[in-house]
């Protein structure tokens, strides 16, 4: 979804008085790109292949159709467009997430209007063999929430027990929705809150499944996911961009992918501190709460958290003084 925000003049004001996290590049695949399709200006969610070394799928936001891209972290290039078959109309498709049954999924669970539609959907079908442009049949699940409509941009597959959960962005705060155990076709999916979140624009679990990435406008946080269960939170570096949109580990785990919207769009590499093997590897914040720090992006109570808080601060500030320097120039 379009943000509201446009940080790009303040993430210049910002470079100049806290440092930007270093994206980590390597000398092969799973490196910081850019997408350099011209049809692909909305990147909305990211996923890494298991099948492909070095790909990531995407997919535009709205007003593009059923279409999934895969792009080669190493040229940017786009390398197959898979045209998704026996689903309606997207309308608002924001997240993808590849399963372990080796199906992507793809959340058309974006809402403009925050509850206006009683029910969303949930595309599946299996990750393609080969790399080439193909149309595929794909299985469409109407999902409902339990305690009623919402607007959401993250949906995760837990890659053990294939679980979907989704994560509902809301400016008091969202929630993560757990889904039935298996999606099915012949009835509506219900998906039933089970824990409290931040406004999230992505989520994405570590290859183990222990640990669940949510990333937010300016900032990211993982937390310990457990018997499909948030536990305790930790600030987790993510880089600053245009429009935070996406996020997905390195199949392996060794880091994470941040991606942005726009024309030619940033995917950002940012090793994760213990990474390899895919653990996902972010070492928790100590004596952090996690009922506490849940609540919020910077309220884990570690040097990290008030680090991610400072940054988004700092942000803000250098979005009012570009609105009032603007003012100032239209004044004179």
């Keep these: 979804m379009r943000s509201y925000l446009t940080v790009s003049g303040a993430a210049a004001l910002l470079l100049l008085f806290a440092g930007?996290?270093?994206?980590?590049?390597?000398?092969?695949?799973?490196?910081?790109?850019?997408?350099?399709?011209?049809?692909?200006?909305?990147?909305?969610?990211?996923?890494?292949?298991?099948?492909?070394?070095?790909?990531?799928?995407?997919?535009?936001?709205?007003?593009?159709?059923?279409?999934?891209?895969?792009?080669?972290?190493?040229?940017?290039?786009?390398?197959?467009?898979?045209?998704?078959?026996?689903?309606?109309?997207?309308?608002?498709?924001?997240?993808?997430?590849?399963?372990?049954?080796?199906?992507?999924?793809?959340?058309?669970?974006?809402?403009?209007?925050?509850?206006?539609?009683?029910?969303?959907?949930?595309?599946?079908?299996?990750?393609?063999?080969?790399?080439?442009?193909?149309?595929?049949?794909?299985?469409?699940?109407?999902?409902?929430?339990?305690?009623?409509?919402?607007?959401?941009?993250?949906?995760?597959?837990?890659?053990?027990?294939?679980?979907?959960?989704?994560?509902?962005?809301?400016?008091?705060?969202?929630?993560?929705?757990?889904?039935?155990?298996?999606?099915?076709?012949?009835?509506?999916?219900?998906?039933?809150?089970?824990?409290?979140?931040?406004?999230?624009?992505?989520?994405?679990?570590?290859?183990?499944g222990k640990e669940l990435v949510l990333r937010f406008y300016f900032s990211a946080r993982g937390y310990v996911f457990e018997n499909g269960r948030l536990g305790a939170d930790h600030a987790v570096s993510a880089p600053l961009q245009r429009q935070a949109e996406s996020v997905t580990y390195t199949a392996d785990g060794s880091a994470l992918m941040f991606g942005s919207e726009g024309k030619q769009s940033g995917v950002e590499r940012v090793d994760v501190e213990n990474g390899g093997g895919g653990g996902g590897g972010q070492s928790p914040s100590r004596g952090g709460d996690s009922s506490e720090s849940s609540a919020g992006a910077g309220s884990g109570g570690s040097g990290d958290a008030k680090g991610t808080t400072l940054t988004g601060v700092l942000v803000l500030a250098g979005i009012g003084f570009l609105v009032f320097m603007g003012r100032r120039r239209k004044g004179n």
């Design 20 to 208: 930007a996290v270093p994206a980590v590049a390597d000398d092969g695949a799973d490196r910081s790109f850019t997408i350099e399709d011209p049809r692909i200006t909305e990147s909305s969610g990211l996923a890494a292949s298991r099948a492909h070394p070095g790909i990531y799928w995407t997919h535009n936001d709205s007003d593009d159709g059923p279409y999934v891209y895969a792009v080669d972290s190493r040229t940017g290039k786009t390398v197959a467009t898979i045209t998704m078959k026996g689903v309606g109309e997207p309308r608002d498709v924001e997240a993808i997430s590849l399963g372990p049954d080796g199906d992507l999924y793809v959340g058309d669970i974006g809402d403009n209007l925050n509850g206006s539609w009683d029910h969303v959907w949930i595309y599946r079908f299996p990750e393609p063999k080969e790399l080439k442009d193909a149309t595929v049949r794909a299985t469409q699940f109407d999902v409902k929430y339990a305690d009623g409509p919402r607007n959401a941009e993250a949906l995760m597959v837990h890659p053990k027990t294939g679980r979907v959960y989704i994560a509902s962005k809301n400016e008091d705060g969202g929630g993560l929705y757990e889904g039935p155990e298996k999606l099915t076709t012949g009835a509506t999916n219900v998906f039933r809150r089970v824990g409290e979140v931040p406004w999230v624009t992505d989520g994405a679990f570590s290859p183990d």
